[in-house]
């Protein structure tokens, strides 16, 4: 995914250029909201701007490879425009912070995740002391300086609450270039929520690779269940969400706070990855299928209500037909609301990169069409329960395709089209719902 927040100023303007995950998303935010502090209007067009700033993932093998290609087109921009400032932030800064200047040399400086709270003085070191190449790739096993962030809407803000991971995922990358996981204090992720909630946002996401082992690496022992209580005091009207949550990590307590709780929403994404014991072996992630729907058959029967969704990985190595029939079976069973569902590829540096039996690329793709279409199926049958229900929507905006149409999203995440006008923009309204489509339920104010 590509997103590009435009900027233009005074006198200098700025583009950042953001891929990968929802915490790169929430760091070009604060990127965006550090620059206009420091007089800088965001804009489109990089043609237009005195400094470009590329906010980078490696989470996927072709991510690497797409910021270089950019960084590559970038060059004549360079050459044409002598003052121009480059700057490559996020996860493959962190990671290859010696290989970028040998392979692109036209980049002025490489910031490493928990860094960018620097960028104005590392700007002003860069525009007044002629100098080249700067790295801030330290510290990044503590936490970042305090930054707040210009979201785009003004009704979703998303607060990181732990930086890192200890899970080492056979798959995954992020231990290796987000450092070990660290907790921030639940007083200053009050603070920010509270900042948040005054500037008038309505829904709070926290974020976190592995939300729910929060308080790692804190003073005060506290775990993820005692921040959530806490912020629910805040005696202001807002929504609770929270990503990702790891199953070995989901306890009970936990799914006694989000039943009781008003203020958190009820849907829960809980990332399985694989159905098959096996295969959730061999990814490390700690939990058997077993486990895994027997924690979904608490949840459910806790709160009926609850809408689920998952990250599935299809064509992990050794991954046989039966494994897949495992993931499919858990599918079927759990009837998720929404599946994130990915073929498997190599990342270099983890382990499962180099694990025989890599999987064909066009098995790959059989396995992962077979599961969309069972999801597709799930998620119709799920959406249709809704038709006839009043449910409450907080109105984002209107819809891109047609803005007449507005669009909203309900305690459950379920995204809901409705007529409506400006006035309803961050707003909460009740709503009867009258149809339902695989991914989307139809709707009228009442
Ligand atoms: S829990 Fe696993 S997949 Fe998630 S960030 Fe940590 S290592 Fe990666």
């Given amino acids: 995914m590509q997103n590009i ?57 072709g991510a690497a490879e797409k910021v270089y290609g950019k960084l590559g087109e970038l060059k004549h921009l360079k050459l044409r425009k002598k003052n121009l400032i480059i700057g490559v932030i996020g996860c493959l800064a962190q990671e290859k912070k010696d290989e970028i200047y040998k392979k692109v040399r036209h980049v002025d400086f490489v910031l490493g995740n928990q860094n960018i709270g620097k960028i104005p003085q590392l700007l002003e070191t860069i525009e007044n002391e002629d100098v080249k190449h700067i790295n801030y790739t330290y510290d990044e096993d503590k936490l970042p300086d305090k930054v707040y962030a210009d979201f785009d809407s003004k009704i979703t ?68 269940t005692d921040l959530l209580k806490e912020i629910c005091k805040i005696d202001k009207k807002f929504r609770l969400r929270f990503m990702s ?41 700690g939990y058997t299928k077993e486990e895994y729907l027997y924690l979904i058959e608490k949840i459910k029967n806790k709160i009926p209500d609850i809408s689920l969704s998952t990250d599935i990985i299809v064509g992990f190595p050794n991954e046989t037909d039966n494994n897949f029939n495992d993931t499919f079976d858990v599918v079927e069973q759990v009837e998720f609301d929404n599946s994130y569902m990915f073929m498997y590829s190599k990342r270099q540096g983890t382990p499962a990169a180099t694990m025989d039996g890599q999987i064909d690329e066009s098995e790959k793709k059989a396995r992962l069409q077979k599961l969309i279409d069972l999801q597709a199926k799930k998620s119709k049958l799920q959406n249709e329960k809704y038709i006839g229900k009043i449910v409450e929507v907080l ?52």
């Fill in 157 to 224: 803000a998303y607060i990181s609450i732990t930086y890192g991971c200890n899970n080492f995922c056979t798959y995954c990358i992020v231990p290796y270039v987000r450092g070990r996981e660290r907790s921030v204090p639940i007083n200053e992720v009050i603070d920010e929520i509270n900042h948040y909630l005054d500037k008038g946002y309505k829904e709070i996401y926290l974020l976190g690779q592995n939300v729910n082992s929060y308080g790692k690496g804190l003073d005060e022992n506290v775990n993820f």
């Fill in 245 to 285: 949550p790891h199953p070995r990590d989901f306890t009970d307590e936990l799914i006694e706070v989000i039943k009781n709780e008003d203020k958190i929403c009820k849907n829960i994404h809980l990332p399985i990855q694989a159905g098959s014991t096996d295969v959730l072996k061999m990814m490390n992630r």
């Fill in 5 to 61: 927040f435009a900027i233009k100023i005074m006198f200098k303007k700025a583009t950042i250029i953001t891929y990968g995950c929802q915490m790169n998303v929430n760091d070009s935010a604060k990127v965006k909201k550090i620059l206009e502090n420091n007089n800088y209007e965001i804009v489109n067009d990089i043609n237009n701007s005195n400094l470009i700033i590329i906010n980078t993932c490696t989470v996927r093998e």
């Fill in 395 to 446: 109105v984002e905006g209107p819809t891109p395709k047609n803005p007449e149409n507005y669009s909203g999203r309900t305690d459950e995440n379920k995204i809901v089209i409705l007529k409506s006008d400006q006035k309803n923009v961050g707003e909460f309204v009740k709503v009867k719902i009258y149809d339902a489509k695989t991914w989307t339920l139809y709707g009228k104010i009442i």
